[in-house]
């Protein structure tokens, strides 16, 4: 069974940062592409970042980018998300999101149940 | 980067009925190499993580049941529910994996009426 357990979230001050951990089970972890999609509290979904199984070609939202580092330890079958700079609107459920396959070019399979990352003073 | 809309913004089915959703993206996913459109439709019920329904745009993912359907190519997109259950109540997503950023629609609320 596949199993993304998210970890790492939490209130942050403006301007601070955190890091993000996925912890994944039930796969081959390496030949997957993962995603980080977040949803702000009542809002849509919004696609943060991947990375590719193999190469790890990494890939950002506008949003995000310079800002966040996505990265993975394919031997910890472990995924992350470094945020820094922190703002306001950062604040959202981030979910870890398993690809249908090892691009980044692929529709996403499985989700897990997020962890919540709160940007406030 | 694609711009995903999606209509309605909410609609209300009576059950047994017929719901039918649209998706538009700014620019055409399709592959021409490899003829896939590159647009998944998702399923987010309260309180839940989204739920993959369809992916290339009309194939169905292992477990789903037959009255969710996936049409169109290109740049516009249909995702039908054919007889509406209750279970059904949900938002629905498309995204779009062509080009990065992978973008999502901004959902659509479906409802009993």
């Known amino acids: 069974e596949v199993q993304l357990l998210e970890s790492g979230g939490g209130l942050i001050q403006p301007g601070g940062s955190l890091r993000l951990s996925c912890a994944a089970s039930g796969f081959t972890f390496s030949g997957y592409a993962i995603n980080w999609v977040r949803q702000a509290p009542g809002k849509g979904l919004e696609w943060v970042s991947a990375i590719s199984g193999s190469d790890s070609s990494t890939y950002y939202a506008d949003s995000v980018k310079g800002r966040f580092t996505i990265s993975r330890d394919n031997s910890k079958n472990t995924l992350y998300l470094q945020m820094n700079s922190l703002r306001a609107e950062d604040t959202a459920v981030y979910y870890c999101?398993?690809?249908?396959?090892?691009?980044?070019?692929?529709?996403?399979?499985?989700w897990g149940q997020g962890t919540l990352v709160t940007v406030s003073s | 980067d694609i711009v995903m809309t999606q209509s309605p913004d909410s609609l209300a089915v009576s059950l047994g009925e017929r719901a039918t959703i649209n998706c538009k993206s700014s620019q055409s996913v399709l592959y021409n190499s490899n003829n896939k459109n590159y647009l998944a439709w998702y399923q987010q019920k309260p309180g839940q993580p989204p739920k993959l329904l369809i992916y290339?745009?009309?194939t169905r993912e292992s477990g789903v049941p037959d009255r969710f359907s996936g049409s169109g190519s290109g740049t516009d997109f249909t995702l039908t529910i054919s007889s509406l259950q209750a279970e059904d109540v949900a938002v629905y997503y498309c995204?779009?994996?062509?080009?990065?950023?992978?973008?999502f629609g901004p959902g659509t609320k479906v409802d009993i009426k």
């Open positions: 995204h779009q994996y062509y080009s990065s950023p992978f973008t």
């Open positions: 290339w745009a009309s």
């Open positions: 999101a398993k690809a249908t396959g090892g691009s980044c070019y692929s529709s996403i399979a499985y």
